[in-house]
């Protein structure tokens, strides 16, 4: 079993709508969790970062962390073309605050289609 | 402030050589990361740095190494270069760690012959 699975993809959804991207983690003493957004030929950037289960909003995106069913989502909400990229889900292996491994997924393709 | 600097940009090489690629952090960031990319087995964690001390290292084999200056500065190393070396290789910097934002350098793709 991966540490860190997502769906490769690629999602499509037509622009305006809310695109909803999955990631689960196999580690459960995992502390800190982020999505990267990475456009082709780039590299990641850092959108979104969680540290306690719930919601966290950032303009139009969402992220989602539920610790027991060890699961983490993104939503973007408004989805528009220039949001069309691989969506890379991270999660730190140890629980100590600065010392784990940061453990990327495969990524997403998101395609947003005008 | 300055970015994430890789260099160089682009390597061949050919199998049974061995390279040397250096990342300069932003400036104040004392953590570097270093990943390995390829299509079929996406980002994958090779060590991290701190205050030129390795804290955590990946599953990968002992012919990739690296070190960290004290300007922060790193470098990694592979040797006898194998055709599946052949990846995108991207530094990682941050203040303290890996539980914060990393900032990625532009990467050095690395072409095994």
């Known amino acids: 079993q991966k540490e860190v699975e997502q769906n490769s993809g690629p999602l499509s959804v037509p622009e305006g709508a809310i695109a909803s991207l999955n990631c689960t983690y196999s580690d459960r003493v995992s502390q800190s969790f982020f999505w990267y957004r990475q456009y082709s030929g780039k590299s990641p950037e850092l959108i979104m970062s969680?540290?306690?289960?719930g919601d966290k909003e950032d303009g139009r995106f969402t992220a989602q962390l539920n610790k027991a069913s060890q699961y983490v989502s993104l939503l973007i909400r408004d989805s528009q073309p220039s949001d069309s990229a691989t969506y890379l889900c991270?999660?730190?292996?140890?629980?100590?605050?600065?010392?784990?491994?940061?453990?990327f997924g495969q990524g997403t393709t998101l395609q947003v289609k005008p | 402030k300055a970015g994430v600097t890789q260099t160089p940009r682009y390597l061949i090489k050919t199998r049974g050589q061995q390279v040397t690629l250096s990342c300069s952090p932003i400036s104040g960031h004392r953590s570097v990361s270093w990943y390995q990319q390829t299509p079929g087995q996406g980002l994958q964690f090779l060590f991290e740095y701190f205050s030129e001390t390795q804290r955590n290292k990946g599953n990968f084999p002992g012919r990739f190494s690296g070190r960290q200056f004290s300007n922060s500065r790193s470098e990694m190393n592979v040797s006898t270069l194998e055709l599946g070396d052949s990846a995108l290789y991207l530094c990682?910097?941050?203040?303290?760690?890996?539980?914060?934002?990393?900032?990625f350098g532009s990467g050095t793709q690395l072409s095994v012959l």
């Open positions: 969680i540290y306690s289960n």
């Open positions: 991270a999660v730190t292996s140890q629980r100590s605050s600065n010392t784990g491994k940061l453990i």
């Open positions: 990682a910097s941050s203040i303290r760690g890996p539980n914060e934002k990393l900032f």
